[in-house]
């Protein structure tokens, strides 16, 4: 059964993506991008972020700028290696 957390009303993926952009720009100084992924839970936006270390635990502060539910899509964080952006996403929006 679903999470009841995460089901009601979304923006649009656009409207979405644009705002996450533009929330990360503000929080976070190095590389990222935003992508819409699926699993078993569902359809989900993610907050792809380069690290040097992805054993790296993100600090509860930052982790606090990244909240469950974001415009009513569930928010999941990717941490990938540097240079992963320029690889896996350079021909995405």
């Known amino acids: 059964m679903a999470n009841l957390f995460f089901s ?34 569902g359809e989900m936006i993610r907050a792809v972020l380069e690290f040097d270390d992805t054993e790296e635990i993100m600090s509860d502060e930052l982790r606090s700028k990244f909240p469950a539910k974001f415009m009513g899509w569930r928010l999941v964080v990717l941490k990938v290696p540097r240079g992963h952006i320029d690889v896996f996403f350079r021909d995405k929006k």
């Open 8 to 41: 009601g009303k979304k923006v649009s993926k656009e409207e979405a993506r644009k705002a996450l952009m533009e929330h990360i720009a503000e929080i976070w100084t190095d590389r990222f991008t935003v992508d819409f992924w699926h699993d078993d839970g």
